[in-house]
């Protein structure tokens, strides 16, 4: 069974900082892609973030510079962390496994496993 856990969800100031993990779990980590979408409220699925199996990493514009995206295959586990949090960055944010280990870009069309999601909440 291939499934992916998000965690580390939470209230957090505006300003503040947050850490979420995702681990991964029924198959080999390192074969994948992954990538961080949030649902804004109101709006739909938004890609945040990604890394594939070289490192590379991309960030949409509204984070970058902010959130940073690490791995640590040996725990089949990525983190996304988020610091000077805005409130607009609220929402549930989701991890995501892409087959394609090379890609490069949270689109969600291309992400094969889904997590279940943590909800980030940021009070102004």
């Known amino acids: 069974e291939v499934q992916l856990v998000e965690s580390g969800g939470g209230l957090v100031q505006a300003g503040g900082s947050l850490s979420l993990s995702c681990v991964a779990s029924?198959?080999?980590?390192?074969?994948?892609?992954i990538g961080w979408f949030r649902q804004v409220p109101g709006k739909e699925r938004e890609g945040v973030s990604c890394i594939n199996k070289l490192g590379q990493t991309y960030y949409v514009d509204s984070v970058k510079g902010r959130f940073t995206v690490s791995s640590e295959n040996a725990k089949n586990t990525v983190y996304l962390q988020m610091n000077d949090v805005k409130p607009e960055d609220a929402g549930i944010y989701y991890c995501?496994?892409?087959?394609?280990?090379?890609?490069?870009?949270?689109?969600?069309?291309?992400?094969?496993?889904w997590g279940q999601g943590t909800q980030v909440t940021v009070s102004s």
């Open positions: 029924g198959f080999t980590f390192g074969d994948y892609a």
């Open positions: 995501a496994a892409a087959t394609n280990n090379l890609l490069i870009y949270p689109i969600g069309d291309f992400y094969d496993y």
